[in-house]
Every structure is written in structure tokens, then in C-alpha cells.
């Protein structure tokens, strides 16, 4: 079982959609949760760190359930700039990080 | 402020030479990781280097993979003998100094595309 999780898609909607990424992690023990955006596998871009009271900046709004060791992304009114692959990370504290596969994105006009 | 920096950005080995990749971190961040993404996978964490010490090298091929991050200069992982299977995208990140219990951001680089033939 991979360490982290993710509906690698293609996720194909209209500009101006509101879409969900879903991601699940097994280790108890990890402590950080980031989402980052990789475009056409250039490097990675942290667009947020993740907190267990949820948090939210701009149309992005990330949400952490550790029961559940389940974490979400939610963009709203989906912009065509929003096309890229959208990396679950979490971390142990120990310095490195665990990314999921990814899944991408594609907003259409 | 200069991001992180890799070089080569390409590298093109033919099965059996070496590789060696290098990357200068951000300026104040004494913290380096190293990562591989292979074709169509997620990348996968491979060492963890501060100024001349190794801190955790999990990630690391046991054969032919090495690390290293000195007192001056960039910090540079080396492949001997690639092989076909080495063919990857490899991703250096830094942060600066770690001042609590939680995980610093880390800012890649560019990163090297290493193909093998």
C-alpha cells in the first residue's frame, strides 16, 4: 500500500467549476500536510499548508480529518490557470516528505 | 534572492559512465533534499544532507547512489554505472535552518532530466 494516496484522475471540467481532490495517507505518525502544484512535470510549488481546523486562501480551501488520515483540496470557480497535477504531501517532522502520485487537472474554456 | 539552483537542467549518460548532479541551495538554507520522480510516478524522497553530514538517507539506492553536501560549494549526488533505470527527473529542495518540531517549506529547484541509453 502506497504511504499516500490520490485519485490520480484526469479531472476534465469547465472553467468556472468547482472541483475536489481527495487524498489518504497510512502513517499515524505524519505531522505536516501540504498540497503543492507540479505543472507539466516541472518542479513542485507549495500552494498550501494544511491544518486540522481547515484552512483557506483565495478559491483554495484544504481540509485535514486525522481520524480518518484523510486530506481535500477544494478549488472554486476553476480558472484555465488552474490546469496542472496536484501533489498530497505529508510529512513526519523528520525533514522529508511523502508525495502522493498526483492527480491532474484540466479546466477547458 | 536566487531560488535553488540545479546543473545541469539535461544530462545524457550512456549505460556504465557516471552522473553527477549538483545544486546550490537557496542562500541561508543549510538544509538539501534530493528526489526522483520516474516517468509517469510521483517523486520519492532520497536523502536528507545538511553542511557535511548526512541526516537520513532511507530513500537511497543501497548501490551506485551517493550524496554529498560540503563545507563550500553545492551539493552534489552522484550515480556510478547508470543504468537504463535511472532515466528520471531528479529534485533538490532546500530550507533554512529548522526552528521547531515542524516541518520547514522546501523549495525545489528546476531539477535534472537524466536520460540513459
Same mark, same amino acid.
Given at each position: ?14 472553467? #468556472? ?6 487524498c ?17 512535470r ?14 483557506e ?16 483540496l477544494?478549488? %472554486? ?14 510529512s513526519?517532522?523528520?525533514?522529508? &516528505?511523502?508525495? #502522493?502520485?498526483g ?7 | 534572492?536566487? #531560488? ?6 539535461? &544530462?545524457?549518460?550512456? %549505460? ?29 524522497f532520497?536523502?536528507? &544532507? ?33 543504468? %537504463? ?20 517549506t ?8 537524466l536520460?540513459?541509453?
Amino acid at each position: 500500500r502506497k504511504e499516500v494516496e490520490q485519485d490520480p484522475g484526469p479531472f476534465n471540467v469547465p472553467e #468556472g467549476a468547482t472541483v475536489a481532490f481527495n487524498c489518504t495517507y497510512s502513517n499515524s505518525a505524519s505531522q505536516s500536510f501540504f498540497w503543492y502544484r507540479q505543472d507539466c512535470r516541472k518542479e513542485p510549488k507549495l500552494l498550501m499548508s494544511v491544518y486540522s481546523s481547515g484552512n483557506e486562501d483565495g478559491r483554495f480551501t484544504a481540509q485535514l480529518n486525522r481520524a480518518s488520515q484523510y486530506i481535500s483540496l477544494l478549488i %472554486r470557480d476553476s480558472k484555465l490557470s488552474d490546469s496542472a497535477t496536484y501533489l498530497c504531501v505529508v510529512s513526519p517532522n523528520t525533514g522529508k &516528505l511523502i508525495f #502522493g502520485q498526483g492527480t491532474t487537472l484540466q479546466v477547458k474554456p | 534572492n536566487a #531560488g535553488v539552483m540545479q546543473n545541469p537542467r539535461h &544530462l545524457v549518460r550512456r %549505460r556504465g559512465q557516471e552522473a553527477r548532479l549538483r545544486c546550490s541551495p537557496m542562500k541561508g538554507h543549510s538544509h538539501v533534499y534530493w528526489y526522483r520522480q520516474l516517468p509517469e510516478e510521483g517523486l520519492k524522497f532520497m536523502v536528507y &544532507l545538511q553542511k557535511e553530514n548526512i541526516i537520513d538517507e532511507s530513500g537511497m539506492p543501497k548501490e551506485r547512489f551517493s550524496a554529498e553536501f560540503p563545507k563550500e560549494g553545492p551539493s552534489i549526488l552522484r550515480i556510478q554505472q547508470v543504468v %537504463r533505470g535511472d532515466s528520471a527527473a531528479y529534485f533538490c529542495a532546500s530550507s533554512p535552518p529548522r526552528q521547531s518540531s515542524t516541518t520547514d517549506t522546501q523549495y525545489f529547484g528546476p531539477g535534472t532530466r537524466l536520460t540513459v541509453l
